[in-house]
T-cell receptor, first 111, second 117 residues
């Protein structure tokens, strides 16, 4: 089983749609979880951290289910500018650990 | 947020030459910097972890004699690809973690696209 697995994508959605991405991780002791966004030929940029209680930032909601080792990202009211690849990222060892990246899920929002 | 720069942003070189990539944390001190490589349509893969003042820790399968890492100060790490070959063509990205050990947030540089002819 891969350390971090994501929906293969691509997701092609119209503007205004709600889209959800899923991710599973293999290390049950993992301590930190993130969603990053990567635009074509650019570096990843932190979108949001993911907390056990779930957290929301504007149109973006992230949730973590430790029992199922499952992370999700929900994007509401999609904008054209949301088009990018979304990376699920796990840090197995907290502040001293390295980030483990999923392959990413490509989102394309169409007018 | 914190800023990390990389130089050069793009480099094209002939096979057999060496290429040096610099990674700088501009507004914070980074005890740890990471070097990643990303091939087209693939995920970022960690190559090595660079700690200031000590030897880098390389991931399995990454040749330390080919990818030389120097972390001479709290704001600068360099990656040198020695005797580059076409298969080394990739997107190389560094990231830096601040010295305040509580946070594990990493800040990424803009990446260096290496093409070896």
């Amino acid at each position: 089983r891969k350390e971090v697995e994501q929906d293969p994508g691509p997701f092609n959605v119209p503007e205004g749609a709600t889209v959800a991405f899923n991710c599973t991780y293999s290390n049950s002791a993992s301590q930190s979880f993130f969603w990053y966004r990567q635009d074509c030929r650019k570096e990843p940029k932190l979108l949001m951290s993911v907390y056990s209680s779930g957290n929301e930032d504007g149109r973006f909601t992230a949730q973590l289910n430790r029992a199922s080792q499952y992370i999700s990202l929900l994007i509401r009211d999609s904008k054209l500018s949301d088009s990018a690849t979304y990376l699920c990222v796990v840090n197995p060892r907290g502040s001293q650990g390295n980030l483990i990246f999923g392959k990413g899920t490509k989102l394309s929002v169409k007018p | 947020g914190a800023v990390v720069s990389q130089h050069p942003s793009r480099v094209i070189c002939k096979s057999g030459t060496s290429v040096k990539i610099e990674c700088r944390s501009l507004d914070f001190q980074a005890t740890t910097m990471f070097w990643y490589r990303q091939f087209p349509k693939q995920s970022l893969m960690l190559m090595a972890t660079s700690n200031e003042g000590s030897k880098a820790t390389y991931e399995q399968g990454v040749e330390k004699d080919k990818f030389l890492i120097n972390h001479a100060s709290l704001t600068l790490s360099t990656l040198t690809v020695t005797s580059a070959h076409p298969e080394d063509s990739s997107f190389y990205i560094c990231s830096a973690r601040a010295t305040s050990g509580v946070s594990d947030t990493q800040y990424f540089g803009p990446g260096t696209r290496l093409t070896v002819l």
